[in-house]
């Protein structure tokens, strides 16, 4: 690759229209005089090996990885790190020196979105988790990290749900269990202090849609975060809110992964309000 030419990093998934990732992105690379550029790619699930393979043919510094690929991508990557091994996916891929390696950095931006945006410490919290994917297994593991006392999974896929359940007991010695019934599920949620989407349910363009309805027992003295970032306020966000909860989205999440990514690609640090207010201009959000 030239000198002259820019360093490419792109989001592949499907869909991936709806991400502000680029904007985020590129404001960094501007405000840092970076000769990087970032870019969306939508890649089905047919399309993904043959996808990666083109990536790895452009020579691209990298790559960040959304759904549906977050699992099935490390196939054809050269190498994983030891955090996303444990978590089972991975959403930043590195080229370093033609070798692909996979990392994950969702776990640490979860984390510190809860810690420093929700200013919620998650020690002996009672967690009802929604979804088992590639986004549960890292936010899974970051709130076992923390010490919550338990944690319920659900998915609409009550396999999926069992199987995570039973990988993280092997790691962790939280009290983690699986819900196979909507009665177990209810009760459960009254219970618990935080519930978190995992689900891409409730995104652009299906903003009307929620993994919980306004009949759910959510309660005010529940903290609701959902991984969703766009809209700015999704149906689950707003029916918590108007039962008192407070809830929030998963924007910080976006945006600290986001940095966590681009330290990886860049190799300098990243200019973390720089990125959240692009982000947040491009969803039409006010200031942070």
Not at 20 to 39: C, G, I, R, W
Request: charged share 25%; aromatic share 6%.
């Amino acid at each position: 690759m030239g000198t002259e030419q820019k360093k490419l990093v792109y989001l592949i998934g499907d869909p991936v229209e709806h991400s502000v990732s680029p904007q985020m992105h590129n404001a960094a690379y501007s405000a840092l005089a970076l000769d990087f550029e970032y870019k969306l790619l939508k890649v089905a699930p047919s399309d993904l090996g043959k996808a990666i393979e083109g990536l790895r043919a452009e020579e691209v510094a990298g790559f960040n990885v959304t759904v549906p690929h977050k699992e099935n991508v490390i196939k054809y990557l050269d190498s994983i790190s030891e955090s996303a091994e444990i978590i089972g996916a991975v959403n930043s891929v590195k080229n370093e020196n033609g070798k692909l390696k996979g990392y994950n950095t969702d776990s640490i931006g979860f984390t510190e979105s809860i810690i420093k945006d929700g200013r919620i410490a998650l020690k002996n919290k009672k967690v009802v988790m929604i979804g088992a994917g590639g986004a549960a297994k890292a936010v899974a593991v970051a709130l076992c990290k923390e010490e919550i006392s338990e944690l319920t999974i659900t998915d609409i896929n009550t396999e999926k749900a069992k199987n995570l359940a039973e990988s993280l007991r092997k790691s962790f010695s939280n009290r983690i269990s699986d819900v196979p019934d909507n009665n177990i599920l209810k009760q459960a949620i009254i219970n618990c202090d935080c519930i978190i989407n995992t689900t891409p349910v409730g995104m652009y363009p299906n903003v009307g849609a929620s993994p919980l309805d306004e009949n759910s027992p959510i309660h005010e003295g529940h903290f609701i975060y959902d991984l969703v970032y766009n809209p700015a306020a999704t149906t689950l966000v707003k029916i918590a809110r108007k039962k008192g909860a407070k809830a929030m989205t998963g924007l910080g999440m976006l945006v600290r992964q986001g940095a966590a990514a681009f330290e990886l690609f860049t190799e300098k640090n990243a200019p973390i309000q720089i990125m959240w207010d692009a982000a947040e201009k491009a969803l039409g959000l006010y200031k942070h």
